[in-house]
T-cell receptor, first 113, second 112 residues
Framework: GENVEQHPSTLSVQEGDSAVIKCTYS??????FPWYKQELGKGPQLIID???NVGEKKDQRIAVTLNKTAKHFSLHITETQPEDSAVYFC????????????WGAGTKLIIKP | KAGVTQTPRYLIKTRGQQVTLSCSPI?????VSWYQQTPGQGLQFLFE???????NKGNFPGRFSGRQFSNSRSEMNVSTLELGDSALYLC???????????FGSGTRLTVV
């Protein structure tokens, strides 16, 4: 079945620097890839997503890239700020399911002042 | 509009007891999914309900069950609680035909 691997598990960057989190998926039929941000004491919140017919998508300081051939996608955060500190989850649509997502294990992003 | 509401926010139960958690989805959302979140295991999918029918199910024992009512509100029940059931239980709703899940803040269950 579909499997999603996420790296790194923890990422510490200096405020103002960029952060990159990577995920790989196993089923080439997956066609939707969201990223969620979970702040302390809250549920995950969708921050950006990409479909398989697009290679890159940007929204202000965040961007997602997708490489279908290699079956991996990445989250890029530029000019990191303290409020970016959170746990980030990637996910991939599970083919032949009713919109079910398969989740990565999460990345704890720490922004150092 | 109001978000996904989960009650209660915190629960402490004794091993062997049973517990019921509640989730009220965003108005108009007919799909409700439940997840278990533990520090070492990330987000583990429990089940999804759509229009009162269980549509998908994760790999959890039969002690975990759920249901959905005609107003789309959902409950999940865990019977014969074990220490390992201590976790944050998250509910997420989404509109029909959409991939976008909106999560509640979760119920923190502690089994002692």
């Amino acid at each position: 079945g579909e499997n999603v691997e996420q790296h790194p598990s923890t990422l510490s960057v200096q405020e103002g620097d960029s952060a990159v989190i990577k995920c790989t998926y196993s089923d080439s039929a997956s066609n939707y890839f969201p990223w969620y941000k979970q702040e302390l004491g809250k549920g995950p919140q969708l921050i950006i997503d990409i479909r398989s017919n697009v290679g890159e998508k940007k929204d202000q300081r965040i961007a997602v890239t997708l490489n279908k051939t290699a079956k991996h996608f990445s989250l890029h955060i530029t000019e990191t700020q303290p409020e970016d500190s959170a746990v980030y989850f990637c996910a991939a649509h599970k083919p032949n399911s009713n919109y079910q997502l398969i989740w990565g294990a999460g990345t704890k992003l720490i922004i150092k002042p | 509009k109001a978000g996904v509401t989960q009650t209660p926010r915190y629960l402490i139960k004794t091993r062997g007891q049973q517990v019921t958690l509640s989730c009220s989805p965003i108005s108009g959302h007919r799909s409700v999914s439940w997840y278990q979140q533990t520090p070492g295991q990330g987000l583990q999918f429990l089940f999804e309900y759509f229009s009162e029918t269980q549509r998908n199910k994760g790999n959890f024992p039969g002690r975990f069950s759920g249901r959905q009512f005609s107003n789309s509100r959902s409950e999940m029940n865990v019977s014969t609680l074990e220490l390992g059931d201590s976790a944050l239980y998250l509910c997420a709703s989404r509109a029909a035909g959409s991939y976008g899940y909106t999560f509640g803040s979760g119920t923190r269950l502690t089994v002692v």
